[in-house]
């Protein structure tokens, strides 16, 4: 390898690690951060059980449950819109936008009050939920191959029609509605040990898989005919990654609610600073979402304090006139 | 062993692209397929690369069956570049021709092998596209993209090369460069080559053998020499061409208008 390769190669991983130290800060400063501030030695003093006990119950019971949550929610929801973008050949594709949200968001507002007994059941359904949706998404899209703008009509279609459903749920089981709500609007307040547990294997499996298939993404972005000719399974690695996609929406969607232009936003700033190879993009936009959700939800936290904001509507704020400018600029 | 196809054809809901036809390919040669718009060139192209496989007939590639062969089997004996094949601005020639090496191992394979390296290195060599190799693909001139794509086929070291229209939007210097590494890859390595070209002049030029298709089956096949002539012009294309001798006595046509049908078909 010649010294000019070696030097973009390594430029790339500086950036990795960049963002590695983005994302470590904003997770340090979301520790320290709330209602109540924790300075830093204060901080290691609660986390080595030598603080007070105040601290201590912040520290281990609230803020640290809650910022790891953010992190992964905000890892999974960033891989997934990134592999969404790359298999639907859409910049505009994002869990949120395309209906995938929807669909992991209905099944779990229908077991959380229909069985509110079997709450273990809310991240499977969701799953289920997630991936009838995109199967949908793609059966109505599908015109002689994928066309990005038909992906995206249907899309809508598809979250109207998926909203529809969530709002007929929560007319019928008008009396617990209230935590549906709550869970919808996508939030981490009272986010705890519990939720990590959940989405720790569905993370784990959801980004060790992502990881594995940069090579096969990377091929789809020279166009179907041109992968297949190299030996790619096109349709078979659109499947599975959708799935994979869907795997990583449900489980964020399932603690967290539905959160939207995660998806978006990071993928999209990731590919302008370390490039469209996924074997990059993918840790890039995993690092990125996990700042972009810590930090966002710290500020989230401090800008009304005492009252909290939901991490959702901040990232709607910051998402939408965001998505708007994608638009202008694709057209 | 016998390459080609054996009553092949393509429906698209009732429209019939390709009827019953029966191709040959002439092994280690340069084949190339004319005929006009929607005769279904492309099809055909696709067919035979092993992209498009619905069709009924049979398609034999080396004698076997191509239904009976995986993607990644067919990667490794046939390569197809399609027309206006485009790449991520961002990434380098090198990492795209790279990708020619997919089918050579695992999917989830991380390094690149020595083996790999070689090929790509060479497939950048027989394309010049060596001092290019760390540019990114948006930085490149149309013919410099063309030649990269070339070498992505080449890196998959296939017996078969498939090109649809390897010329369309080069300037006249490009694609001559084009077709002279086409030419230079047959007779140095081998390689058969089959390509769709719209230019009557480097089919007679470029190409062993040329295969008409028109009415959705080949018209007629043989020697580029004698297949084109005068008379195939204007009953293929509707068009009527003079003949001129260049140095070497080599054929070539120019289109001087339409034939009296094809003006009348127009006046509808």
């Known amino acids: 390898m010649d010294r000019a390769s070696l030097q973009r190669g390594s430029g790339r991983f500086r950036l990795l690690l960049l963002f590695l130290v983005l994302m470590m800060s904003a997770f340090g400063v979301s520790l320290m951060k709330g209602t109540v501030s924790i300075r830093p030695d204060e901080m290691i003093a609660a986390a080595t059980g030598t603080g007070s006990g105040l601290h201590e119950q912040i520290f281990w019971n609230i803020r640290l449950p809650r910022t790891i949550t953010g992190a992964l929610v905000g890892a999974n929801l960033a891989v997934s819109g990134a592999i969404l973008q790359g298999i639907m050949r859409n910049p505009l594709a994002d869990p949120h936008i395309i209906g995938i949200s929807s669909g992991a968001g209905l099944a779990g507002v229908l077991v959380m009050l229909a069985f509110p007994a079997y709450s ?76 990590v547990s959940m989405l720790v294997p569905y993370t784990a499996i959801g980004l060790i898989l992502a990881f594995l298939a940069s090579r096969p993404l990377n091929l789809l972005l020279l166009g179907d005919d041109l992968a297949r000719g190299l030996g790619l399974r096109v349709e078979l690695t659109r499947l599975a990654m959708t799935a994979v996609a869907a795997l990583l929406a449900a489980s964020a969607v399932s603690v967290a609610g539905l959160l939207g232009f995660v998806g978006l936003i990071v993928p999209h700033a990731a590919r302008l600073l370390i490039g469209s190879d996924y074997r990059f993009l993918l840790p890039a936009s995993a690092l990125l979402g996990a700042a972009l959700i810590t930090g966002s939800d710290t500020a989230a936290r401090l800008l009304f304090a005492p009252a909290e904001l939901p991490v959702g509507i901040l990232m709607a704020a910051l998402g939408a006139p965001f998505f708007l400018f994608l638009l202008r600029r694709m057209t | 062993m016998f390459s080609g196809t054996r009553q092949l054809s393509v429906k698209r809901g009732n429209v019939t692209v390709l009827d019953r036809l029966s191709l040959t390919i002439p092994r280690g040669k340069r084949l190339a397929i004319i005929g006009p718009n929607g005769a279904g060139k492309s099809t055909l192209l696709r067919v035979l690369a092993g992209i498009d496989r619905s069709y009924e007939g049979e398609v034999i590639i080396d004698g076997q069956n191509l239904r009976d062969l995986t993607r990644r089997q067919t990667a490794r004996r046939i390569a197809f570049l399609p027309q206006g094949a485009a790449a991520p ?98 007779s140095r390595l081998g390689m058969t080559v089959i390509m769709v070209l719209h230019d009557i002049n480097h089919a007679l030029q470029y190409a062993d053998e040329t295969a008409v298709l028109a009415n959705h089956t080949i018209a007629a096949q043989g020697p580029s020499d004698q297949i084109i002539d005068t008379s195939s012009i204007a009953s293929v294309f509707g068009v ?18 339409l034939t009296s049908k094809a003006n009348i078909d127009n006046k509808e």
């Open chain 1, 120 to 195: 273990w059941l809310i991240t499977p359904a969701a799953f289920l939920g997630a991936m009838g949706a995109a199967v949908m998404i793609y059966l109505l899209a599908w015109k002689q191959g994928i066309q990005p703008v038909r992906i995206i009509l249907a899309g809508v279609a598809v979250s109207a029609f998926l909203s529809a459903g969530i709002s007929a749920l929560m007319i019928l089981y008008s009396e617990r509605v209230h935590g549906a709500l709550v869970w919808l609007v996508g939030g981490l307040s009272a986010r705890s040990w519990p939720e």
């Open chain 2, 89 to 186: 601005p961002d990434m380098t020639v090198r990492q795209i021709v790279t990708y020619g090496r997919y089918a050579h191992r695992a999917p989830w394979a991380i390094r690149t092998g020595q083996s790999d390296r070689k090929a790509v290195d060479n497939a950048l060599t027989l394309t010049s596209m060596t001092d290019l190799q760390d540019r990114p693909m948006g930085a490149l001139s149309g013919g410099e993209r063309q030649r990269a794509f070339l070498a992505l086929a080449l890196a998959q070291e296939p017996a078969y090369l498939l090109l649809d229209e390897p010329t369309t939007y080069l300037d006249l210097a490009h694609q001559i460069a084009v077709m002279q590494i086409i030419r230079d890859l047959n």
């Open chain 2, 240 to 257: 009527r061409a003079e003949r001129f001798t260049g140095s070497g006595g080599r054929s070539v046509y120019v289109p001087v208008g």
